[in-house]
Nanobody, 121 residues
Framework: QVQLVESGGGLVQAGGSLRLSCTAS????????MGWYRQAPGKQRELVAS???????TYADSVKGRFTISRDNAKDMVFLQMNSLKPEDTAVYLC???????????????WGQGTLVTVSS
C-alpha cells in the first residue's frame, strides 16, 4: 500500500510564498506522474500543476509564472513552490501520484489528505 504525506500549508499574506511537499511511502512501487490539485470551498477540484517522470510540467493558467512544481525521483517526493500568492489561491491542496505496484504491475492513483493554504488580503 502506498501513502502520501503532505506538508507546508499554512497562513500567509498576499504576495507571500509557501512551499508544499509530498512524500510517497510504502513498499514495492514506482512513481509515475505527480501533481497538485486544489479545492476551494464551494468549488470543484482543479489541477494546479503536474510533472512527469521525465520532468515535463503542466500548469493551470491561473498559476503560471507564480508556481513551480518539481520532484525528487530518488526520494519519491513532489514539491510546489508558490510565490506571489493571492487570496484566490486559498484552498486545500492535495497531492496526487500515479504509482505502479511492482509485484502486480497494477497502476493506481493515490491521493494525499490535503493541506490547507490560506492567503489573507
Amino acid at each position: 500500500q502506498v501513502q502520501l504525506v503532505e506538508s507546508g500549508g499554512g497562513l500567509v499574506q498576499a504576495g507571500g510564498s509557501l512551499r508544499l511537499s509530498c512524500t510517497a511511502s510504502g513498499s514495492r512501487f514506482s512513481t509515475s506522474a505527480m501533481g497538485w490539485y486544489r479545492q476551494a470551498p464551494g468549488k470543484q477540484r482543479e489541477l494546479v500543476a503536474s510533472i512527469t517522470t521525465g520532468g515535463s510540467v503542466t500548469y493551470a493558467d491561473s498559476v503560471k509564472g507564480r508556481f513551480t512544481i518539481s520532484r525528487d525521483n530518488a526520494k519519491d517526493m513532489v514539491f510546489l513552490q508558490m510565490n506571489s500568492l493571492k487570496p484566490e489561491d486559498t484552498a486545500v491542496y492535495l497531492c496526487n501520484v500515479g504509482v505502479v505496484l511492482t509485484l502486480t504491475f497494477t497502476y493506481r492513483e493515490v491521493w494525499g489528505q490535503g493541506t490547507l493554504v490560506t492567503v489573507s488580503s
